[in-house]
């Protein structure tokens, strides 16, 4: 990375109510700083923490000629399509010597596939390698509102269905939309699954994390006959510090475009219009598009379509719930 001294990375995580799981961050950090002894690397959070994400850049812009902020988060919601827009905006007025960018979120690509993919491998050995046809597995992640963020999560179930010969690959969330996990497990018995991996999409521990573990003991109790197999969070992944490398280096090579559109949301209709309203403050969540849906999807791993009204709303066109946290 060019100009070193001058240059600050500012980690973006999301922050937990668990400290245990900001430590975990802030360990991540250190380890990254081992690795490149010469890149001077910041860490703040979007909430729940002592440093939030105003005060982090403002900590990242003293003494730096240029700050480059690195979303630490997976899927790219209502926090990376409008609260950091919007707090780089308010930095760039309050460091105006200062040239701020920032790089995309981590994402679901081949890294993150390759994770989730030896989480799995990691799932049957413990097991004891059962018949995949009779395995079903769950991709559990968080949950937002932003029906963009739930279909990066979808991609990386279709590409582990692609990869091995499981019958059964679905998805659950956390919160925020549907399904649950209950309702995924219940589905995959009814349909003569003997055993069931499932594989938390989380780099770091939190609240959620522990009620996961908390709902796999439930669900042993309540299927004696099923053995479960549950994995860990994996921010700590070699693939995690070679994605934040790459980032650096797309950062490098984009520098003057830092005042342009680098977020896959800035510009985009459903943010101005928000902005609009004055909505991009902590207290309201980003939605990846407004069209109507009767929640339809294809359980991934199976072809056929699993459509199911539901007459609640999933935050998809509405601007006054709760936005995107019935996690941390």
């Given at each position: ?48 923490a002592d440093v939030l994400l ?162 796999i003991e439930r669900l042993r ?108």
């Amino acid at each position: 990375m060019t100009d070193t001294k001058k240059t600050t990375l500012l980690l973006a995580g999301h922050g937990s109510r668990n400290r245990e799981g900001n430590e975990e961050i802030e360990r991540f950090a250190a380890d990254w700083r081992k690795m490149h002894p010469d890149w001077r690397i910041e860490v703040c959070f979007i909430e729940h923490a002592d440093v939030l994400l105003n005060e982090g850049l403002d900590r990242a812009a003293k003494g730096a000629e240029r700050v480059v902020l690195i979303p630490f988060i997976l899927n790219a919601a209502g926090h990376v399509k409008m609260e950091m827009p919007a707090a780089l905006e308010t930095a760039r007025e309050r460091h105006p010597d200062v040239e701020f960018i920032v790089t995309r979120h981590l994402g679901m690509g081949r890294d993150i596939f390759e994770v989730l993919q030896h989480q799995l491998e990691t799932q049957m050995q413990a097991l004891d390698v059962p018949d995949p046809q009779t395995t079903g597995v769950i991709l559990l992640g968080r949950g937002s509102s932003d029906i963009g963020a739930n279909g990066e999560l979808a991609r990386m179930a279709r590409w582990i269905f692609e990869a091995n010969d499981h019958e059964l690959v679905d998805l659950a969330f956390t919160g925020v939309t549907w399904p649950r996990l209950e309702t995924v497990v219940q589905r995959q018995v009814k349909l003569g699954m003997t055993q069931i991996c499932v594989i938390p999409v989380y780099l770091f521990t939190g609240v959620l994390i522990e009620r996961i573990q908390g709902q796999i003991e439930r669900l042993r109790q309540q299927y004696p006959q099923i053995a479960f197999a549950l994995g860990e969070h994996f921010g700590f992944e070699p693939e995690i510090y070679e994605i934040l490398d790459k980032r650096v280096e797309s950062s490098e090579l984009r520098g003057e475009l830092s005042e342009g559109t680098l977020l896959e949301c800035d510009g985009c209709k459903y943010r101005e219009a928000a902005e609009e309203e004055h909505l991009h403050d902590h207290s309201h969540t980003a939605t990846g598009g407004c069209g109507h849906h009767g929640h339809a999807h294809q359980e991934s791993g199976n072809t056929h379509d699993h459509k199911h009204e539901h007459d609640h709303e999933h935050g998809h066109c509405h601007h006054d719930h709760q936005h995107d946290h019935s996690h941390d």
